[in-house]
């Protein structure tokens, strides 16, 4: 079993900047792939980032159009994960959910709020 939680939502103003955290513990490997999602109320969860890990490889990453160039995902261990959010956006509005998938199955956090407003 593999638990993940998220940290570091919040309230911030356009322009703004956030930095969100994924923590998973348990049954982790080094070899994995762990994403961010998001939920904006009454859509659909949608794709942010994700950040695929081997064993003497580098990571490779993928962004949603729709932050390329504004939030930068990074690894701390080989299960935690850093999203950077700069020049955050009223739509960037959501909760984040973080996705830690071992390739046989895959887990999910509660999620973390983040809000964007004036």
């Known amino acids: 079993q593999v638990q993940v939680e998220e940290s570091g939502g919040g309230l911030v103003q356009p322009g703004g900047s956030l930095r969100l955290s994924c923590a998973a513990s348990?049954?982790?490997?080094?070899?994995?792939?762990m994403e961010w999602y998001r939920q904006a109320p009454g859509k659909p969860r949608e794709f942010v980032v994700s950040m695929k890990s081997e064993a003497g490889r580098d990571s490779t990453t993928r962004y949603a159009a729709s932050v390329k160039g504004r939030f930068t995902v990074s690894k701390g261990d080989a299960d935690t994960m850093y999203l950077q959010m700069n020049n955050l956006k009223i739509e960037d509005t959501a909760v984040y959910y973080c996705r830690y998938d071992l390739g046989w199955k895959d887990y999910w956090g509660q999620g973390t709020q983040v809000t964007v407003s004036s």
């Open positions: 348990g049954r982790t490997l080094s070899d994995n792939l």
